[in-house]
């Protein structure tokens, strides 16, 4: 009944390979967004989706790629991970920034 | 780019005690959402206010919009230890779907 599911909840990669996170809802809500929280910064948007294959960049997606090919899914993918990408990532939902977003229970990437 | 600071950035007090903690932008935004965030999980929306000066009260958590749309403060009465958590502020821009999010204050209740 979450509405939301984030897979997987930790990883643990090495320096240089490809990661992909996956971000399921059930709520067909149309925009779905990717945000990486960390101490003394916050949370920080990577990128969103306002549609199917519609996507756009955040402040932070250097190193990042996203795609939307259903309504349901928005995978993000770190190309080449590195270490400066340890983080906890959190996917979120929304149908409009009212009455607000949604959030996953978060993916927690540890890069070595 | 907008920037949303919160202060303190850590506060731990005893329970039943009453707090304040504030959240400021540098410019003038549309609305703003508090969140409250427990350890491996997700943020949750508290509230969203939306006028100038608006008042929401939640049991014992009170939130108010300033005036000129540029700060927010969030008030806790008689804190309890389920109160304990990571509280955030978020702020909407007009005609933007997005939300830029604050800081945080990472909030600790002693019993």
């Known amino acids: 009944d979450a509405g939301i599911t984030q897979s997987p909840r930790h990883k643990v990669t090495e320096t240089g390979t490809p990661v992909t996170l996956r971000c399921h809802q059930t709520e067909n809500h149309r925009y779905m967004y990717w945000y990486r929280q960390d101490p003394g910064h916050g949370l920080r948007l990577i990128h969103y989706?306002?549609?199917?294959?519609?996507?756009d960049k955040g402040e932070v997606s250097d190193g990042y790629s996203v795609s939307r090919s259903k309504t349901e899914d928005f995978l993000l993918t770190l190309e080449s991970a590195t270490s400066s990408q340890t983080s906890v990532y959190f996917c979120?939902?929304?149908?409009?920034?009212?009455?607000?977003?949604?959030f996953g229970s978060g993916t927690r990437l540890t890069v070595v | 780019t907008q920037l949303l600071e919160q202060s303190p950035q850590f506060l731990s007090i005893q329970e039943g005690e009453n707090l304040t903690v504030y959240c400021n932008s540098s410019?003038?935004?549309?609305?703003l959402q508090w969140y409250r965030q427990e350890p491996g999980e997700g943020p949750v929306l508290l509230v969203t206010?939306?006028?100038?000066?608006e008042v929401k009260k939640l049991k014992r958590l009170t939130f108010q919009f300033g005036d000129a749309r540029k700060d927010s403060s969030l008030h806790i009465t008689a804190a309890q230890p389920g109160d304990t958590g990571l509280y955030l502020c978020a702020l909407i821009n007009f005609g933007n779907e997005k939300l830029t999010f604050g800081t945080g204050t990472r909030l600790t209740i002693i019993p």
């Open positions: 979120a939902i929304s149908e409009s920034s009212f009455p607000g977003y949604t």
């Open positions: 206010v939306v006028t100038g000066g």
């Open positions: 410019s003038v935004f549309s609305s």
């Open positions: 989706s306002y549609g199917v294959k519609d996507t």
